[in-house]
T-cell receptor
Framework: DARVTQTPRHKVTEMGQEVTMRCQPILGHNTVFWYRQTMMQGLELLAYFRNRAPLDDSGMPKDRFSAEMPDATLATLKIQPSEPRDSAVYFC?????????????FGSGTRLTVV | GNSVTQMEGPVTLSEEAFLTINCTYTATGYPSLFWYVQYPGEGLQLLLKATKADDKGSNKGFEATYRKETTSFHLEKGSVQVSDSAVYFCALAPGNTPLVFGKGTRLSVIA
C-alpha cells in the first residue's frame, strides 16, 4: 500500500529552537494537508497545498509557523521559534482532488515536545 | 456552514457487544461521508466511505449508511473485539474544500 511518510516520528526540543517536520506525500496525489492534534483542541487544519501552491494557511500562527512544498515529493512545516504550547502531534495527509475529495491518506505523525 | 457532530465518548463495551457511534452532519449540497479510525500512536486511517444517499460503506465488519433524510451516517458493528479499541472520526467532504472532521469518539473494548 502507498503511504505518506513523515519524519521525524518524535522530536524533543527546547523552547526557542527551530523545528522542521517533513512529509513525503503519495505519488500522484495533488493535495497535501498539515494537521495538528492535541487533547484539548482535537484535530486542527493548519494549511494545505494543491499542485504545490498554498491554498489556505489560515489555521497557522503566522508569526512562527511556515509551510512550504519545494517539490512534489516533499512538504515541510517549520516552527521558529518553538514554544511549549506547540507540543502536539503533527500529521501530514495527502489526497487526490478531482472535482472533490474522496478521502485522504494520513502519515503516522510527528510527536513534538517543546520543553 | 458544514459541520459534523459525533456522540461524545468514551464508549466502553465488552467484547462481542454491538457498537453504534452516532454521527450527524450539516452541509450544503450532497457531500461524501467518511469514517476514519485512529489506533494508539498512529495516524488516521480511512475505515469506510459513502458518496451518495442510501449508499452503505463497509469494511472489517463495520458499516454505515448515508441517510440524507436524517443527515446521519452512524457507524455500527455487530460484535466488537478488543482490537477495535481506537478513536473513530466521522467526516464529510463538502466539495472543493478540505474534509470536515468530527471531534472523535474513543472506543474501549474490554475482554
Amino acid at each position: 500500500d502507498a503511504r505518506v511518510t513523515q519524519t521525524p516520528r518524535h522530536k524533543v526540543t527546547e523552547m526557542g529552537q527551530e523545528v522542521t517536520m517533513r512529509c513525503q506525500p503519495i505519488l500522484g496525489h495533488n493535495t497535501v494537508f498539515w494537521y495538528r492534534q492535541t487533547m484539548m483542541q482535537g484535530l486542527e487544519l493548519l494549511a494545505y497545498f494543491r499542485n504545490r501552491a498554498p491554498l489556505d494557511d489560515s489555521g497557522m500562527p503566522k508569526d512562527r509557523f511556515s509551510a512550504e512544498m519545494p517539490d512534489a515529493t516533499l512538504a515541510t512545516l517549520k516552527i521558529q521559534p518553538s514554544e511549549p504550547r506547540d507540543s502536539a502531534v503533527y500529521f501530514c495527509a495527502s489526497g487526490l482532488f478531482a472535482g472533490g475529495y474522496y478521502g485522504y491518506t494520513f502519515g503516522s505523525g510527528t510527536r513534538l515536545t517543546v520543553v | 456552514g458544514n459541520s459534523v457532530t459525533q456522540m461524545e465518548g468514551p464508549v466502553t463495551l465488552s467484547e462481542e457487544a454491538f457498537l453504534t457511534i452516532n454521527c450527524t452532519y450539516t452541509a450544503t449540497g450532497y457531500p461524501s461521508l467518511f469514517w476514519y479510525v485512529q489506533y494508539p500512536g498512529e495516524g488516521l486511517q480511512l475505515l469506510l466511505k459513502a458518496t451518495k444517499a442510501d449508499d452503505k460503506g463497509s469494511n472489517k465488519g463495520f458499516e454505515a449508511t448515508y441517510r440524507k433524510e436524517t443527515t446521519s451516517f452512524h457507524l455500527e458493528k455487530g460484535s466488537v473485539q478488543v482490537s477495535d479499541s481506537a478513536v473513530y472520526f466521522c467526516a464529510l467532504a463538502p466539495g472543493n474544500t478540505p474534509l470536515v472532521f468530527g471531534k472523535g469518539t474513543r472506543l474501549s473494548v474490554i475482554a
